[in-house]
């Protein structure tokens, strides 16, 4: 009979758990919410739990700026010491040059940075149009001379390939020239995510998924499901409204949603938009738990 720890490894393989469990060629991999986790072949190593900035974000601001710069740097210097390296900004958000002063010091080469450029017409001052313009305006605000993954942010229709073709040509060229690592999308719609799984330009993918389907493109075992079948085309998955856009008030929910996204198995990391430093101190904790129980 097999022992205990080779029986998990063999289940972990079973079911699929990269990221999990172990890795290719049955390494077994450390059980940790700061872990850090392959996305897809993008060659990016980010911590399984990672910090968002776009709470209520709108217009170049969101609550973490309106927190003030102080207690921002604050927040990411504290996601830091608990060991989290992965840190998820946006133009919408207006958050790049708060990123920028909060991590001054820190090696780049230690954190994973995650931006997204916002197409639409609404949302901010002037519609940005050139997605080599973006990036490049993005390297000077965050003060790096290049940025992990760079995302399309919110696509919401089946024929976002075709209608955003030119920034993604665009995007591709700044891959090539190893401004940036890696590109997607950020997906609002199920029919998004379905064209983004049938594509090969999606590097990565920002997709909303949770226990309760609450702000989801879908039911939580159709999005699962979907998920889990991008991780098999080998892109990258990132998990974000975990806890429901902030609406997921009691203890007892955001742990059901962190348990059923461990142990769905569809993404490889995720991102939460902590405004506290306790906030960070508590999901840490609750990751920590469930992890074990795999």
């Given at each position: 009979m097999m022992d205990r720890r080779n029986f998990l490894i063999s289940v972990a393989a079973f079911l699929g758990g990269r990221a999990f469990g172990v890795i290719e060629g049955g390494e077994e991999k450390l059980k940790?919410?700061?872990q850090l986790v392959s996305l897809g072949k993008?060659?990016?190593?980010?911590t399984l739990v990672g910090i968002g900035t776009g709470m209520r974000g709108w217009m170049r601001q969101s609550?973490?700026?309106?927190?003030?710069?102080?207690?921002?740097?604050?927040?990411?210097?504290?996601?830091?010491?608990?060991?989290?390296?992965?840190?998820d900004v946006a133009d919408l958000y207006?958050?790049?040059?708060?990123?920028?002063?909060a991590i001054k010091g820190i090696p780049r080469e230690d954190i994973v940075i995650q931006s997204k450029i916002w197409f639409r017409k609404e949302g901010l001052p002037e519609q940005v149009t050139d997605a080599m313009e973006a990036v490049e305006r993005f390297r000077r605000e965050l003060g790096t001379d290049y940025i992990d993954i760079v995302l399309l942010h919110c696509t919401t229709d089946g024929g976002w390939l075709d209608q955003l073709k030119r920034m993604?040509?665009?995007?591709?060229?700044a891959k090539e020239k190893g401004i940036i690592k890696a590109h997607g999308t950020s997906s609002h719609?199920?029919?998004?995510?379905?064209?983004?799984?049938?594509?090969?330009?999606?590097?990565?993918?920002l997709a909303r998924i949770n226990h309760a389907g609450s702000h989801m493109d879908g039911k939580p075992d159709e999005v699962a499901e979907l998920l889990r079948k991008m991780r098999s085309a080998n892109k990258g998955v990132i998990g974000m409204k975990i806890f429901g856009e902030g609406t997921f008030r009691a203890k007892e929910q955001r742990w059901?949603?962190?348990?059923?996204?461990?142990?769905?198995?569809?993404?490889?990391?995720?991102?939460?938009?902590?405004?506290r430093p306790s906030e960070i101190d508590e999901t840490i904790k609750m990751v920590e738990e469930i992890l074990v129980s795999l």
């Open positions: 940790s919410p700061t993008t060659g990016i190593k980010a609550n973490h700026t309106r927190m003030g710069k102080e207690a921002f740097i604050r927040l990411i210097r504290h996601a830091y010491d608990r060991g989290i390296r992965f840190f207006g958050t790049h040059t708060f990123l920028r002063d993604r040509e665009q995007l591709s060229e719609s199920i029919d998004a995510l379905k064209a983004s799984l049938a594509s090969d330009w999606v590097d990565v993918q059901a949603s962190l348990h059923f996204v461990l142990t769905q198995r569809c993404v490889d990391t995720f991102i939460i938009g902590f405004e």
